[in-house]
């Protein structure tokens, strides 16, 4: 009896160390299991890490694509601004140009203008010294007559004074008679009439639009 005691007494002292093992064994399989779910765990967070790597690459891919997408705005922009200014330089130009024109037209034209008006001075000129050409000749013929019908008179004078006859001192002399020097004098008087019947013609045709 004292031997079933003994063992008894051992069981039941050794039952708390039993359930300790149980509780150590149940300690070890949580534990177990703890490190299994840790390894899960880690494989699923390094999964995430490795997705979240890959979805910064991707980002920043795309923020590197949106930075050039603003550059290339920043440049549209720019070259539309100098496509304006282009432009309005195009159109300063061309009013510049057409400004231009209009002033060699209005050149040209009095360029024109001087030209006819240098036309109709040489011309002039010419006519002018035409004009006086033959007014020269005109006068010179007017003043060989005039002193041919001096030169008459003073013999004229100088033979009446002496009291000889006109017609019969003219015949034996060869000196003209007054009917001779009526006759010069009115050859002057158509020459002057001549010549101012010719200066009219040339006032009227210098009057008359070219």
């Not at 033959?134 to 030169?151: I, K």
Request: include cysteine.
């Amino acid at each position: 009896m004292v031997e079933f005691r003994s063992i008894d007494t051992l069981r039941e002292a050794l039952a708390p160390v039993e359930a300790l093992r149980g509780e150590q064994s149940e300690l070890e399989s949580w534990v177990r299991e703890s490190f299994a779910t840790l390894d899960s765990l880690h494989g699923e967070l390094s999964d995430w890490q490795r997705d979240l790597t890959r979805q910064q690459a991707l980002l920043d891919q795309r923020q590197a694509a949106v930075d050039d997408a603003g550059d290339a705005l920043a440049q549209v922009a720019e070259y539309r601004q100098r496509l304006a200014d282009a432009e309005n330089e195009y159109r300063q130009l061309e009013a510049e140009n057409a400004e231009q024109l209009r002033t060699l037209e209005d050149i040209e034209r009095q360029l024109a203008v001087a030209k006819v008006e240098m036309r109709l001075l040489h011309r002039d000129a010419h006519e002018h010294r035409e004009e006086r050409r033959e007014w020269l000749a005109e006068l010179s013929d007017m003043r060989r007559s005039m002193e041919s019908q001096g030169t008459l008179l003073q013999q004229i004078f100088d033979r009446s004074g002496e009291g000889e006859c006109d017609g019969a001192l003219g015949a034996s002399h060869g000196i003209e008679a007054p009917e001779d020097l009526a006759a010069g004098d009115d050859d002057v008087a158509c020459r002057s009439a001549e010549l101012r019947r010719r200066a009219d013609s040339r006032r009227a045709a210098q009057r008359r639009p070219s």
